[in-house]
T-cell receptor
Framework: AQKITQTQPGMFVQEKEAVTLDCTYD???????LFWYKQPSSGEMIFLIY??????QNATEGRYSLNFQKARKSANLVISASQLGDSAMYFC????????????FGTGTRLTIIP | DARVTQTPRHKVTEMGQEVTMRCQPI?????VFWYRQTMMQGLELLAY????????DSGMPKDRFSAEMPDATLATLKIQPSEPRDSAVYFC????????????FGPGTRLTVL
């Protein structure tokens, strides 16, 4: 079974500062994928970034980067230069090996950017 | 701009009525997922398909829920009879089934059962 833990229910960050959202995971699959999704107040689920378990380098997508520490089973999301539009719920999720592609989600972190 | 589409976006119905939700996956994607989001349970998988064949429906109450893919461009989720506890947002997502396995979500159907 797979498990995602997000220990920060809510965070408040000043605009233009960097923010780190924590995520730890547990799985028995030898290969897996780690994802972050953003859910703004409008409700849609927006894919942000992906990290494969065998990827040597941390994933980056614009202002988003994933700090992947495999030995510690952590996959923290870093948002640089935060903007007001970054205010949303953020979900960490994972999939297992081929044939076990369902996403297992954490409980989410509500990020609020303060002007 | 390839997107997953879902209809209806909102549905209000009375207990006991049948509800059908539809999803059009991104063209070329061969895996389709149904998730449900509630305040109490968060996001949970109901069922998923690859190449139109069901692979996992263990998260779905079998007595009232059914999921099908009549063809590669349409997935349906049906609840019959609906109950107030089914009130939730139902998301469809699709993926290409490649090693990356990124799933792209539709806008969701917000279901309210009175």
């Amino acid at each position: 079974a797979q498990k995602i833990t997000q220990t920060q229910p809510g965070m408040f960050v000043q605009e233009k500062e960097a923010v780190t959202l924590d995520c730890t995971y547990d799985t028995s699959d030898p290969s897996y994928g780690l994802f972050w999704y953003k859910q703004p107040s409008s409700g849609e689920m927006i894919f942000l970034i992906y990290q494969g378990s065998y990827d040597q380098q941390n994933a980056t997508e614009g202002r988003y980067s994933l700090n992947f520490q495999k030995a510690r089973k952590s996959a923290n999301l870093v948002i640089s230069a935060s903007q007001l539009g970054d205010s949303a719920m953020y979900f960490c999720a994972m999939t297992g090996r081929f044939g076990n592609e369902k996403l297992t989600f954490g409980t989410g972190t509500r990020l609020t950017i303060i002007p | 701009d390839a997107r997953v589409t879902q209809t209806p976006r909102h549905k209000v119905t009375e207990m006991g009525q049948e509800v059908t939700m539809r999803c059009q996956p991104i063209l070329g994607h061969n895996t389709v997922f149904w998730y449900r989001q509630t305040m109490m349970q968060g996001l949970e998988l109901l069922a998923y398909f690859r190449n139109r064949a069901p692979l996992d429906d263990s998260g779905m109450p079998k007595d009232r829920f059914s999921a099908e893919m009549p063809d590669a461009t349409l997935a349906t989720l049906k609840i019959q009879p609906s109950e107030p506890r089914d009130s939730a947002v139902y998301f469809c997502a699709s993926g290409s089934g490649t090693g990356e396995d990124t799933q792209y979500f539709g806008p969701g159907t917000r279901l309210t059962v009175l």
